[in-house]
């Protein structure tokens, strides 16, 4: 019971989106806001770049000793009086959480954003357990209301628009009334809509039996985790309830304090624009005898699923991840058809390249074809994260395998046995450029062309201008 996939429809998913007059208006905050705040943050850090050499210089350590520093943690974790508990599947880790829960007699869970929660689709399996989660995280707790899974890794309800989680909030919260008076159509103003989540969510703190955050970072050398968020919703669902369960995985583990601090001055800058998010939480086990709140138990729940699979391999690089969402944030297909459209956990770039592990290269086959190979998500990452690189391993896996339609596989048979034979290959192209301008005619465009409907579908095709190939004006001299 993982999350739902709906990625084997990514075309009709994507069409969807395209013809989605609200989602072209929310996404309008990625193409441009997001991404530029980046750049400007960046800007402002003169060693940014160094950083980033740091950074995966420090994650690639720990990748090729990961064993060692999973065993360094989970020993200080132990002996500050936490709990850990190794899962190498989902169902493994959702049992689990139901069994910690359970041991509580929680009814209600209050819940701080989590990818790997997500990954495991915990919050539907609790509630057919009859317990309640709820998501404390402003983005999560829209698209929970929206009975929607995220569609970024950062900004979970990028997707609506103020207007939609106003509707949202008219249709959830009917009882709302700030001072006791009811408010009349609800306000779209974005402090508004805060507010009100906040008082309603308020309640939802002191209710719950236990809080289960994720991790951002894992700290070997002392055994405590770490939360960065910019609501502080994260420190209410981990002091609040008697039982703190941690949901994360395995490549979170960092050797040492000082060097989550190269990786944190990165993460923020790559995600939000901002120096460093507003809450940087570290937990060091549960609430001693001295400690004025916290919880009574800590439970550290590490999901394996595949990862282990990853090192030493291809795909071990993407182990670097630091869920920043900067490859969404400056990729162009993902700021076209949004999040959902990848369908499933992780979107983008990152799910183009990780998801095809995570749920089998044949569900996830269409995901590396979303790309224009630009390369700007490998340029963002602050982890140098090589994601073309990654996508283009998976188009070769599902053409090796046979996944990929057959016309799409005889036609890059095709090409590969022409361009072997270079002096046909000018010969077929001469040709090709010629028929395409005659046909074009004096429009130098054609409105469709066969096996290309993909690009005529929604733009004309340009014919070939006079002049030769690329190549050819290459060879004669004519370089500009």
Same mark, same amino acid.
């Given at each position: 019971m993982s999350a739902h996939i709906t990625s084997?429809?990514?075309?009709?998913?994507?069409?969807?989106?395209?013809?989605?007059?609200?989602?072209?208006?929310?996404?309008?905050?990625?193409?441009?806001?997001?991404?530029?705040?980046?750049?400007?943050?960046?800007?402002?850090?003169?060693?940014?770049?160094?950083? $980033?050499?740091?950074?995966?210089?420090?994650?690639?350590?720990?990748l090729a000793h990961m064993d060692i520093y999973l065993e360094r943690f989970e020993a200080a974790a132990t002996a500050r009086g936490a709990h850990v508990h190794w899962c190498r599947t989902p169902r493994e880790a959702r049992e689990t959480v139901l069994a910690l829960c359970r041991s509580r007699n929680a009814r209600t869970v209050t819940k701080g954003k989590s990818m790997v929660t997500e990954e495991i689709g915990l919050n539907a399996f609790l509630e057919q357990h009859s317990i309640q989660p709820?998501?404390?995280?402003?983005?999560?707790?829209?698209?929970?209301?929206?009975?929607?899974?995220?569609? +970024?890794?950062?900004?979970?309800?990028l997707h609506k628009t103020r207007e939609q989680v106003a509707e949202l909030f008219e249709e959830h919260h009917p009882d709302y009334a700030p001072n006791g008076i009811k408010p009349g159509p609800r306000s779209t103003e974005p402090q508004t809509l805060v507010s009100e989540a906040r008082a309603v969510l308020r309640e939802r703190y002191f209710q719950a039996d236990v809080g289960i955050t994720g991790a951002n970072f894992l700290v070997a050398e002392n055994g405590a985790t770490m939360i960065v968020t910019n609501e502080g919703n994260g420190d209410l669902t981990q002091s609040l309830?008697?039982? +703190?369960?941690?949901?994360?995985?395995?490549?979170?583990?960092?050797?040492?304090?000082?060097?989550?601090s190269t990786i944190l001055r990165v993460l923020a800058r790559s995600a939000t624009g901002q120096e460093m998010s507003v809450y940087t939480t570290v937990s060091c086990g549960p609430k001693r005898p001295d400690d004025a709140d916290g919880p009574e138990e800590m439970h550290i729940v590490l999901l394996d699923n595949g990862?282990?699979?990853?090192?030493?391999?291809?795909?071990?690089?993407?182990?670097?991840?630091?869920?920043?969402? /900067?490859?969404?944030?400056? &990729?162009?297909?993902?700021?076209?058809?949004?999040?959902?459209?990848?369908?499933w956990v992780?979107?983008?770039?990152?799910? /183009?390249?990780?998801?095809?592990?995570?749920?089998?290269?044949?569900?996830?086959? +269409?995901?590396?074809?979303?790309?224009?190979?630009?390369?700007? &998500?490998?340029?963002? &990452?602050?982890? $140098?994260?090589?994601l073309p690189k990654i996508m283009r391993h998976w188009r070769e896996q599902a053409h090796d395998k046979r996944i990929t339609p057959p016309m799409q596989r005889w036609g890059i048979e095709a090409w590969a046995w022409l361009?072997?034979?270079?002096?046909?290959? $000018?010969?077929?192209?001469?040709?090709?450029?010629?028929?395409? $301008?005659?046909?074009a005619g004096s429009k130098g465009r054609l409105r469709s062309l066969p096996l290309a409907d993909g690009w005529t579908a929604q733009r004309d095709f340009p014919a070939p201008q006079p002049g030769g190939s690329f190549m050819a004006q290459w060879k004669s001299g004519r370089r500009r």
């Open positions: 084997p429809a990514f075309k009709d998913n994507a069409k969807a989106a395209l013809a989605d007059p609200n989602l072209r208006k929310a996404m309008a905050i990625i193409a441009g806001p997001m991404a530029g705040r980046r750049v400007e943050s960046a800007s402002e850090l003169p060693e940014f770049e160094a950083l $980033r050499d740091e950074a995966v210089k420090i994650k690639n350590h720990t709820v998501e404390t995280d402003l983005g999560e707790y829209i698209i929970q209301l929206a009975h929607e899974p995220p569609s +970024h890794i950062i900004g979970p309800a309830p008697k039982m +703190h369960i941690v949901v994360t995985s395995i490549e979170k583990v960092i050797p040492t304090l000082e060097d989550v990862r282990s699979e990853m090192l030493g391999g291809e795909l071990q690089e993407l182990m670097r991840c630091i869920r920043c969402g /900067a490859c969404m944030n400056n &990729c162009p297909v993902y700021q076209s058809v949004g999040g959902h459209a990848y369908g992780y979107p983008g770039p990152i799910g /183009a390249a990780l998801d095809p592990h995570l749920i089998g290269l044949e569900a996830a086959q +269409h995901l590396p074809n979303a790309s224009t190979f630009c390369g700007k &998500c490998q340029e963002v &990452c602050p982890m $140098r994260i090589p361009a072997q034979r270079p002096a046909l290959y $000018r010969l077929a192209t001469r040709i090709g450029m010629t028929a395409l $301008r005659a046909v």
